[in-house]
DNA sequence: TTGAAAGCGCTAACAT
DNA sequence: ATGTTAGCGCTTTCAA
């Protein structure tokens, strides 16, 4: 059996409420009782029960975090960045995967029981449509990461991608590249990280006076390694000439680079290649990757900061959903030619 | 005000024990009565308050998992592992990060109260050393992963890292290398998986016959990417010739092999490379990186389950500790000649 | 400034 | 087969 406040309260010769007091620092405690308590408390290594805490309170000090996938590296590094700033304000993240798309089990994750266990979630939607929108209603603190859903009734923390992407294409325009080839493309998707990239590489093209080839697109459902690779095989086969290659994530153009060095395609020379994400992975490959730095650390920040707000009831619920965006930056390396 | 099973007694018209007996599937109900509080769950869209079952039952259904550092693949792609393992049996996993060899942080971790938050820790110590073994002695259950604080009192999953590093070490000289090179290791640890590793390495050597030049050992503290290209630098600087090198793990091998390449150096012609992990990363690179494979699945199944049983107390606390060996095998890939 | 007591929602021992 | 009830350890209202 552990200690509890009783045990102190009895030890110390005060009342329980005197003990809660001094543990929270709450309501006003004579020095010397407060001395005698803290004597006490450190006596019998008393530690306040959580639980009952959490019963009493409705608080638990946990947020969740719900992403795709860890063993990606941007969402990993992600993770890290929210536990980092969580923990800055006493709080502990509980991970949830999502895998890739799987609309059932990010319902089940928004509604199912375990919600209870976190004061809110931070969740990075991705196999819901919609028309799932509605449910995103769950009666506790969300915040949403990324531009899914967008008609949801949501605090949200996205990067620009629109303007991103389109910075990404540009830098690969002042190398002169005329034929840019993309991959990750979600064609027929309406919203989403692919959505507004691509439409970021269209306008940079346009602006640029470069022609869009469709040829030059290739799609990509699940944006992992492999698939950059199978990509960049795809693109290969269909015997076009590309001189510029945007890839809608590091994972992504480092599978595709891969690819293109297993043919003999040299980086930059032959194809710029520009990824998104900045993933440490991009600075030790050779050539090293040039990408978009999203702002991680940013987006972590702001989402931890959203969702303490409207937990804590800083912000109160009528207060019309915010949206903040992350600020973002092109990274130069070798593979454009960079350094 | 949520739902409470006082709400649903009181709706189904039974009572209160009765609606516990049914959510937890627990006692005898006719079938006619377990209808009806379903049905009345349903309708009033109850769910169990969790604070109130953990008090209750002293569980909170949440196991911690304490890493050194999420953003370093090995651990983003093992926490995945026990999340899915954990999950597969109804646990949710709270991940803290003791960010590499923070000896204090280890400590408070172990003993602060979060640890409140869950029923059990699955822990891989870094920066404690053996004189706080004694500090791992917290009273809730506890599993070790790794090698280090060898004198503790716990349960414990490993790899067989000796062997594995000389299996590593073999598939060098099977290739007719004679002067390989090693980067991470710790000389003057005593315990830890560079110890271990590094004693593979040399029992290999002299199995195979060949010397052990001390010139070609280059010690590394934190395994990072960029601290493997560091360390090869620094070999490279000393100017001693070698034809192979085992890196103890893939970031290190990844962060080298960058370097040799800028240095014009082909692997494996000239140096053929191993690592140690076989995180996702070395399927892609180029060469593709040969590498030890160290049972992730494995190691987070066991550690799940032992974990579980000392907490449901399958296992009693008076069982010795228990230590589990994940298999292992070696990955042979173009680093290393094979495809 | 401190104390007494109610009750958060649940489980489980006991009673029927 | 179902109902009653006593807490789990805490916070908090109210009273002293």
Redesign the interface.
Known sequence: MSTTLHDVASHAGVSIKTVSNVVNGLGRVSAATRERVLDSIAQLDY??????R??RSGR???IGLAIP???L?YF??L??AV??EAERRGL??????TRGGDRARELELLRG??R??TDGLIFSPFGMTEDDTALLDIGSPLVLLGERLPDANVDRVTMPNVEAGAAATTSLLRLGRERIAVIGAHLDARHGSAVLRYEGFVEALRAGGVELHDELVVEVDLWH??N??KAMRELLSRGVAFDGLFAMNDELA??A??VL??EGIDVPADVALIGFDNV??G????P?LSTVDPGRADIARMAVDLLLERIGGTVSDEVAPRELRSPFCVIDRESTGGD
Chains 1, 2 share one sequence.
């Open positions: 530690r306040p029960n959580l639980s009952a959490s019963l638990t000090g946990v996938e860890l063993s590296a990993a590094q993770a890290d536990i980092e502990v993240v509980l991970i949830e995967q029981p375990r209870q266990l390694r492999s950059g690779a480092l599978g680079l891969r060095q297993e440490d992975e600075r030790f490959s050779r090293s």
